[in-house]
Each structure stands twice: as C-alpha cells, then as structure tokens.
C-alpha cells in the first residue's frame, strides 16, 4: 500500500524542483542575435544566436532544463534520483548545474577524448566522470551505471525533440523569430543548425511548420556521422566507424532525437572546414566558438553564396553553440590541429575569398564516410 504522508512529501519536493528550474529561465535573460558582417551590397544578413551566454556556457543548458523538467514532470527524478548521462561533455556540464542545483547525485558517462576542460566543469558543478574509450558505448554504460544506481538515465538523445516544446514556450525558433522581428528580413529564408542529439533541428523544424513560414532548415553534419546518409537515402540503419572529432555534434549512429523527414537540406563538413571557419569567425568578428559553430558558419556561407548565384535577397540564422575558451588546448591549438592531420590551409583560402568576392565554386568536400554496416 502505497504510503499517503510519503506521497504528499514527494510532490512536494518536486513541485519545488520544478519552482527552481523555472526560476532559472526566468533569471537568465534571452540570448543574443549577433550579427555577422557581410558586403552590404550582398543584401543578405547573417545572424549567429549566441548560446554561449546561458549560465553553463551552451546551448545544451536549454536542452538539459528542458530533460530535468520532463523527468521531474513524469515522476522519473524525484528527491535523492542519481542522475546519469551519456555526453560528449557540453550536455553534461549543464546536467551537473542542474543537479546541483536540485541536490541530486550526477554521473556523466563521456569519451576519454573529451577536452579537459569541460571535465573540470562537469567537476565543479558537483558531477563525477565516468570515462570510455569507446565513444559508441557511452549509451549502455550510461543506462547499466543508472540501473545499477536506481537512478534515472536521462538519455538526451531518445528524449531531446519530445522534452522542448517545439510549438513555442520560449524555446529557440520563437526567439528568433522575436529578436529577427524589426530586422530588414524578419522571416530567415535559411536557419542551420548541427545535430548531436537532432533536438534542435527537431525543435525548429517543426516551429517553422506550425507557423507557416516559408523558411528552410539546414542541418550541417561533420565528418565520421550518421545523420547525412541517413537523411540522403531515407535510412535510418546506417552506422559509421571512427568518431565525430566536432564535439557536440555528429554520431556514429542515427539517434531517436533526429527527425530526417523535416531537414530541408544537409551539408557535410570536413573538419578542417569546421576548424578553419570556428576561427576566421573569431579574427574577423571576435565572437569565439567552438568548432560546431565552425561547421554551422561554414554550411551557412555556402548556403548565402548560392542565394548570390540566384539574386536572392534575405537573412540566414545560425548558432554560436558554446564558448571557444573550452577548446584553447585543441581546436585553437596549432599543434593539437597538426597532429591529427588537419590542414586548415585551403579551406581558409576558402572563406577569405568567399567573404570578398561570395565565391564557392572550389569548395573542399568531406571525406568519404565509410558504414561500419554497408548496403
């Protein structure tokens, strides 16, 4: 029988759980649209929402509001659940804010190759670390440390495109539209955004259906990631060998979150494309990313060059993921970009021609992905 006091006292303590997640939001103020520039004679704008701002420094600290709110809202976390997750370390770092804040155990389960310092940030918000040499075992690590627990797998990548409320609530797409609303091109003609889980692109994809707007979503997938050949053949049985080296985005498998049918177009992007244009964005603007922002800026300007080809006018929105300062030691490392091989030579050559003259002609492709299952 169940016990009546001990019921009364759980609701109770979600009810405040829940009063303290909101009170977040509510504290933290909207993040901003930067705007990047372009020759005025273009007629295009180029805007870049900068998710570097929320209190964990990313754009997964709306996903992992979002996640903590679902499982408190579906009696999964209640006081004392030991939060577990599967993470390339940005998701993580905002789950640990969160338990924190809730009093409540957290284990992040993420890749040894995770950067040092989003370890030390999952760290210092109270998380432990649990590390794999496999990036694709992070998910029945996650769930087995989580059974093992009692606690609760958040699993981000099944529950990312149903924990937002895709048709407003202050969720991404209804801020940009917001904030685009006194711009000279309000309605974007493109949004582009990457895919870790597929939640964003879930969220935004079918905002703009539920509005009517004619705008169009691409989704900008790196090397070594499931998410182009599945949305390129319909597939959603492709794996991939070898790892996303963007982290934050790209996985080796099609995850849950990942709605292909709402994607209007795809591009993929080497990671030295990625790398190069995360820096060209920092020298010429100072807005400092990581290399997902990197891999959108460079889908973005391939996106605005053929708009040029074809005389159109309009904005294009993307997203300044996170902050560049967790990255010193690898993606602005010289010496860290050498030793895997990257040469960042050519695509640079790219986008300071692109940036004068809107030429794409020569751009440099992705590498060939190979299946770790091939049809």
Known sequence: ??????????????????????????????????????????????????????????????????????????????????????????????????????????????????????????????????????????????????????????????????????????????????????????????????????????????????????TQLCVADPENSAFFEAWDTGSRDVHTTGASRIEGIGRNRVEPSFLPQIVDHMVQVPDAASIAAMRFLAARTGFRGGASTGTNLWAAFGLIADMLHHGETGSVVSLLCDRGDRYRHTYYDDAWVAGRGLDLAEPAAVLERFIVSGDWAREPRAPAVTPANPR
């Open 1 to 214: 029988m169940h016990d009546l006091d001990q019921a009364r006292r759980t609701r109770a303590w979600v009810s405040e759980a829940v009063r303290k997640v909101e009170a977040d939001a509510n504290r933290s103020s909207d993040t901003h649209l930067l705007s990047v520039p372009l020759p005025e004679d273009w007629g295009i704008e180029l805007y870049l929402k900068d998710e570097s701002t929320h209190p964990t420094g990313s754009l997964k600290h709306r996903l992992a509001r979002s996640l903590f709110l679902y499982g408190l809202c579906n009696g999964w976390i209640v006081e004392g659940t030991t939060i577990v997750e599967s993470s390339s370390g940005s998701t993580a770092v905002s789950e640990a804010y969160f338990a924190r804040m809730l009093g409540l155990p957290f284990v992040a389960v993420i890749p040894r190759t995770t950067t040092q310092e989003k370890i030390e940030l999952i760290e210092f918000y109270g998380g432990r670390c649990h590390f794999v040499d496999d990036a694709a075992r992070v998910y029945d690590e996650a769930a087995g440390l989580a059974a093992e627990s009692g606690g609760h797998y958040m699993d981000q990548f099944t529950f990312a495109e149903r924990a937002t409320d895709w048709r407003g609530n202050n969720n991404i797409a209804e801020s940009i539209f917001e904030q685009l609303a006194q711009e000279r091109h309000p309605i974007p003609r493109w949004i582009v955004v990457g895919a870790g889980t597929g939640g964003t692109s879930a969220t935004i994809g079918r905002y703009v259906r539920y509005l009517r707007h004619p």
